[in-house]
């Protein structure tokens, strides 16, 4: 099996002002092409991992400690959400019905908000904050470098990069400020329910 950069599924130009064209020319066309890249040589054809699911592959990689293919495949799995994760006019507290209920019992969109952003602002260098299913319940997670939940026992449904490529160009510093920009207006709360199988 070879990886491929998948397109992506909206103009450069669409989640202005929250992300800006060249940050997603930048973060699509260099950083998640470089990971894909990458993936192929150490996880492609002719690999252990050859004939394996991305998902099956984090998995694997993760059980057996083999952390290049851990960040490499796993930034790769992340990144292929992260692009559906958003969407023009995205954000906003109408969520899809499965989505609410699960939020309702968790406490309600703003303390699932605020435990997000609080996940993301905690999280020490680069990595990733999470919304995933664990045990049918939903949890709020942060993970380091390319991990995600899969590779925690838990299926990913909304996760936002706190990688420094993913925000700098258009926040700088300012990671909180993008956050929040991300929960309230980019989300793409349909491809969050459509994770939850």
């Not at 940050?23 to 252990?48: C, M, P, R, W």
């Not at 990733?128 to 045990?135: E, G, P």
């Not at 700088?172 to 993008?178: E, F, H, S």
Request: net charge negative.
């Amino acid at each position: 099996m070879s990886f491929s950069l998948p397109a992506l599924p909206y103009a450069y130009d669409a989640l202005q002002p929250y992300m800006s064209a060249e940050t997603l020319q930048f973060h699509h066309d260099k950083h998640h092409q470089a990971y894909v890249d990458k993936g192929n040589e150490i996880a492609g054809k002719g690999s252990k991992y050859d004939g394996m699911s991305v998902e099956d592959i984090c998995r694997k990689a993760f059980a057996d400690g083999d952390q290049a293919v851990v960040n490499q495949i796993g930034q790769h799995y992340n990144h292929i959400h992260f692009w559906q994760w958003m969407k023009p006019n995205g954000g906003g507290s109408k969520l899809p019905g499965k989505l609410q209920s699960l939020v309702d019992e968790f406490g309600g969109l703003e303390k699932v908000r605020h435990e997000f952003i609080e996940a993301g602002k905690g999280q020490f260098g680069s990595g990733w904050c999470w919304l995933a299913l664990k045990d049918g319940k939903l949890i709020v997670s942060k993970t380091p470098n390319g991990e995600n939940p899969l590779m925690h026992g838990a299926q990913p449904l909304l996760g936002c990069d706190v990688w420094e490529h993913s925000y700098y160009i258009d926040y700088r510093n300012a990671r909180p400020k993008y956050l929040e920009a991300f929960f309230d207006n980019l989300v793409n709360w349909e491809h969050v329910e459509s994770l939850m199988g």
